[in-house]
C-alpha cells in the first residue's frame, strides 16, 4: 500500500470508530435508564411482598386493610392511617392508603385547576397577541419561577400565606367574587373605546396595562369585603360557614395547598403550552383571519385544536408533577388524614407521608414496608399518567398532523 | 487550660471545670461517630463542642435522623454511640444481641417533657387527663364518657368553634410517649396535623388562638402558653423542671445514649471522655441551657458509677 493514502483511511476508521462509541453510550444510556426505571420497580416490589406473603421477618397484613373501611368494627373513622398504633388482640390495623391516595389526588386537582387556565390563557395570550418585546421579557421571567424550589413555596405558604388567608377569608372571597367580571369587564370597555386610545393601549401590551386595572380591583375587593361579609354572611364569614355550611376551616387546607402547588406547576405548563402554541405555522391563523374569523375563533377552532398535542402534554406534565410534589404539600397540608370535599379543610398526600415517616421506619419492618407500598402506589399511578399521556398525544398529533402544528 | 477558662464566662462552668477530675487533662485524639434522635441533636451537638474544647483532638461526628436510625446503626456497627429519645423495644434488642451476643449498654443522659401548649392569648390554664385524650383521641381509653372538639366544651367562651389540633407524626418518639401517656395507648383523630417536628408544631399554635398541639418542652416559645396537667385528684402539676427531675408530671421522659460496650471491657478512651463531659455538671449545665432537664444528682452519680468513670486505675 502506497505510503500518501494511508492518513485518510487511518481518519476514516477513527471516525467509525468514534461512530460506533457514541451509538454504544448512547445506547447504553438509553438501555440505562430503563434498567434503573425497571430496577426501581422491581425493588419496591421485592420490599413490599413479605407484607402480604409470610416469609417469617414481617407482620403480613390482610390486603384489605389497605382499602376497606374501619365501620363495621365500630371505629369512629372510616379510614385510618395509624401505622403505629398500638393494637389490641381483637383489632384490625389501621393503615389505610385510602385517605393518603385522596390526599394526593385531591392536592394535584386543586393544583390543575388554578395553574391550568392561568397558564393555558397566559400561553395563548403570549403566543398569539403580545408584542414581540414584552414576550421576550416576560417567558424568561416566568420560566425563572419554575426555578424555585418546592421548599421554598411551601415555607411561604404554610407560614405566610395559610395564617394570612384564615384572617382574611372575606377578602380572598371578594377577590375571587371581583376580579373575574372585573377582568372581563376590562375586556368589554377596551372594545368600546375610541380607535385613538385604543392605539395608545395596544392588545400586545395588555400584560403591562392592566396591572393598574388589577391593581384598583384588589384594593376595591378589600375595600368591599367589611360590607360583603356584613350583608351575605351576617358578619363573620367564618361563623356563618361553620354554622350555616357545617364547614370547619383549617388553617393549612386543601386551598392554600391548591394555591401554592398551582403556582409551582404553571410554569412548566406555560412554558409547555406556549411552545407547542408559537409552534402553530403563522400561516394557518393569518389564512383563518382572511378567511372572516375573529381572534377568538381562530384562536380556539385553529391554533389550538393544531397545538392540542402539546398542550396535552403540558398539562399532564403539570398532573405528574402536582401528584409527586412533596414539599409543597407536607408544608401546607397540614397532613391530617382526612377525607372530605371540602377544600378548607387539611389533608395528607402519600408523598409527604413518605418523606416525614421514612427516616424514622425501621428497616424491614411493617411500618417501612407500607411506607414502601404508598411509594409503589405513587410509582404505578404516575407510569399510568405518564403513559395515559403518551397515547393520548400520539393519537392527536396524528389526527392534526396535516396542520403542521405541535411538536 | 486557661484558653478554656477565658472562654468560660458563666461562673458555674467555671466551678464545674475546676471539679472535673484530672484525668481530662490526658490527651485524647479521635473521631466519634453517633448516629439516632432529632431531638437530641442540638444537645449532642453542644456536648460535641464542649467535647472538643476539652479534648482538641476528637470530633464528634453527628447524624440525627431520628432515633429509629441508631438501633440499626449500632446493630451493623457503623456507630458506637447511639443517642435516642426513647427506650429501645423488644425488636431492636434482641437484634442487637442477635449479632453481638450481649445487650446494648442504655446510658439515661437527660430528661425531657412533653407539654400541651396554646395560643398565649388563651385562657385555658390546665387540663385534666380525661379531658386531654378526649380533645386527642376518638378512642377515649383514658376514661372520657364524651368527645371534646370544641372549646366550648371546656367551659370557655374565647376562643370561639372548633379545636384545631396540632401534634408530631407517627413513628417519632414524641409521638409515641404522648400516645402512650396521654391517650392511654388509644389513637389520635385523623384531624391531628402532623407536623414533623416539635418546632413546627409550636410555630403553628403560635399563630392561631384556636389551636392546641404537643411539643417537646424545649421547644416552648413565648408565642405559646405550656398547660398544666391536672391528676386524677384535681392536683395540677406544671411542666416546670423539679416537676420533671422527680417525675411528676407524667409526660416526661428520660433521654438515652445507646453504647456498644462488651461486657467485662472498658470504654475507649475517646468515648470515655465523652460520657465523662455528659455526665459531668458542666454537660449537666448544657442540658439545662438547652431547655431539658438534667438528671437528678444521685442517678447521674450512679451512671458515673455504672460506667466506672471516677475509676483511676484505669
Given at each position: 500500500m502506497p505510503d500518501s493514502s494511508s492518513p485518510p483511511s487511518i481518519r476514516r476508521r477513527l471516525r467509525q470508530g468514534r461512530d460506533r462509541l457514541a451509538t454504544v453510550l448512547v445506547t447504553a444510556g438509553g438501555i440505562g435508564v430503563i434498567a434503573a426505571l425497571l430496577a426501581i420497580g422491581v425493588f419496591l416490589v421485592v420490599e413490599v411482598v413479605p407484607l402480604f406473603w409470610p416469609t417469617g421477618a414481617t407482620e403480613t397484613i390482610s390486603p384489605q386493610a389497605l382499602w376497606l373501611s374501619l365501620e363495621a368494627a365500630g371505629d369512629p373513622a372510616r379510614y385510618r392511617w395509624d401505622p403505629t398504633a398500638t393494637l389490641g388482640t381483637d383489632e384490625a390495623a389501621r393503615v389505610s392508603l385510602v385517605p393518603l391516595a385522596w390526599g394526593t389526588l385531591e392536592a394535584a386537582a386543586w393544583a390543575l385547576l388554578i395553574a391550568v387556565p392561568l397558564a393555558l390563557g397566559a400561553a395563548a395570550h403570549s403566543a398569539l397577541f403580545m408584542a414581540p418585546r414584552l414576550r421576550s421579557r416576560l417567558k424568561p421571567t416566568l420560566e425563572l419561577m419554575e426555578a424555585l424550589p418546592g421548599v421554598v413555596i411551601g415555607f411561604v405558604a404554610g407560614l405566610v400565606l395559610a395564617p394570612w388567608v384564615e384572617r382574611h377569608l372575606a377578602d380572598v372571597l371578594a377577590m375571587l367574587v371581583l376580579l373575574v367580571p372585573g377582568l372581563l369587564l376590562a375586556g368589554g370597555l377596551w372594545s368600546r373605546l375610541p380607535p385613538r386610545l385604543q392605539q395608545a393601549m395596544p392588545l400586545g401590551w395588555a400584560g403591562l396595562w392592566l396591572l393598574p386595572w388589577l391593581l384598583l380591583l384588589l384594593v376595591a375587593a378589600h375595600a368591599l369585603s367589611p360590607w360583603l361579609e356584613a350583608w351575605a354572611f351576617g358578619g363573620d364569614l367564618r361563623h356563618w360557614l361553620e354554622v350555616r355550611l357545617g364547614l370547619d376551616i383549617a388553617v393549612r387546607n386543601a386551598m392554600i395547598v391548591g394555591m401554592a402547588m398551582g403556582f409551582a406547576v404553571m410554569p412548566s405548563v406555560y412554558a409547555l403550552a406556549e411552545d407547542a402554541l408559537s409552534g402553530v405555522p403563522r400561516s394557518l391563523a393569518e389564512g383563518a383571519q382572511a378567511l372572516g374569523a375573529t381572534r377568538w375563533q381562530t384562536l380556539w377552532r385553529v391554533v389550538l385544536p393544531a397545538a392540542s398535542p402539546g398542550i396535552f402534554s403540558a398539562v399532564m406534565i403539570g398532573a405528574g408533577r402536582a401528584v409527586g410534589e412533596t414539599m409543597i404539600v407536607l408544608m401546607a397540608s397540614g397532613n391530617a388524614a382526612l377525607m372530605t370535599w371540602n377544600p378548607l379543610d387539611g389533608l395528607r398526600s402519600l408523598a409527604a407521608t413518605i418523606a416525614i415517616e421514612l427516616p424514622e421506619a425501621g428497616p424491614g419492618g411493617q411500618h417501612y414496608r407500607l411506607l414502601l407500598l404508598a411509594a409503589l402506589l405513587l410509582f404505578a399511578f404516575t407510569f399510568l399518567v405518564n403513559t395515559l399521556a403518551e397515547l393520548v398525544r400520539t393519537r392527536l398529533r396524528l389526527r392534526y398532523r396535516r396542520l403542521g402544528g405541535g411538536p | 487550660m486557661s484558653a478554656i477558662l477565658r472562654r468560660c464566662l458563666a461562673p458555674w462552668l467555671l466551678l464545674a471545670m475546676l471539679g472535673?477530675?484530672?484525668?481530662?487533662a490526658q490527651q485524647v485524639a479521635g473521631t466519634l461517630g453517633a448516629v439516632g434522635s432529632d431531638t437530641m441533636a442540638g444537645l449532642m451537638l453542644r456536648w460535641g463542642e464542649a467535647l472538643t474544647r476539652q479534648h482538641p483532638g476528637i470530633r464528634l461526628q453527628l447524624q440525627t435522623s431520628g432515633s429509629a436510625s441508631a438501633p440499626p446503626a449500632l446493630v451493623a456497627g457503623t456507630t458506637r454511640l447511639g443517642p435516642m429519645s426513647r427506650p429501645m423495644n423488644e425488636a431492636e434488642r434482641r437484634a442487637f444481641i442477635e449479632r453481638h451476643g450481649y445487650p446494648p449498654r442504655e446510658v439515661a443522659v437527660a430528661r425531657d417533657a412533653l407539654v400541651v401548649v396554646v395560643h398565649r392569648h388563651n385562657p385555658l390554664e390546665s387540663l385534666g387527663e380525661r379531658e386531654l385524650d378526649a380533645i386527642f383521641s376518638d378512642s377515649r381509653r383514658c376514661g372520657a364518657r364524651e368527645g371534646i372538639n370544641r372549646w366550648r366544651q371546656l367551659g370557655l367562651d374565647e376562643p370561639e368553634g372548633r379545636i384545631r389540633l396540632h401534634g408530631r407524626n407517627a413513628a417519632s418518639g414524641t409521638q409515641a410517649l404522648f400516645r402512650r401517656v396521654a391517650l392511654c395507648g388509644g389513637h389520635f383523630r385523623p384531624e391531628v396535623n402532623e407536623h414533623p417536628g416539635s418546632a413546627a408544631v409550636v410555630a403553628a399554635v403560635a399563630e392561631d388562638p384556636r389551636a392546641i398541639g404537643y411539643a417537646g418542652?424545649?421547644?416552648?416559645?413565648?408565642?405559646v402558653k405550656a398547660l398544666a396537667r391536672r391528676d386524677a385528684e384535681g392536683t395540677r402539676h406544671f411542666p416546670d423542671p423539679r416537676a420533671v427531675r422527680r417525675g411528676d408530671y407524667a409526660l416526661s421522659r428520660d433521654l438515652y445514649l445507646y453504647l456498644n460496650l462488651p461486657p467485662g471491657e472498658s470504654l475507649p478512651a475517646a468515648e470515655r471522655a465523652f460520657l465523662d463531659l455528659v455526665l459531668s455538671p458542666a454537660g449537666q449545665a448544657i442540658v439545662e441551657e438547652l431547655g431539658f432537664v438534667a438528671l437528678p444528682e444521685t442517678r447521674r452519680l450512679r451512671q458515673r458509677q455504672g460506667l466506672a468513670l471516677d475509676d483511676a486505675g484505669r
Open positions: - | 472535673a477530675p484530672q484525668a481530662l418542652l424545649n421547644h416552648l416559645t413565648p408565642g
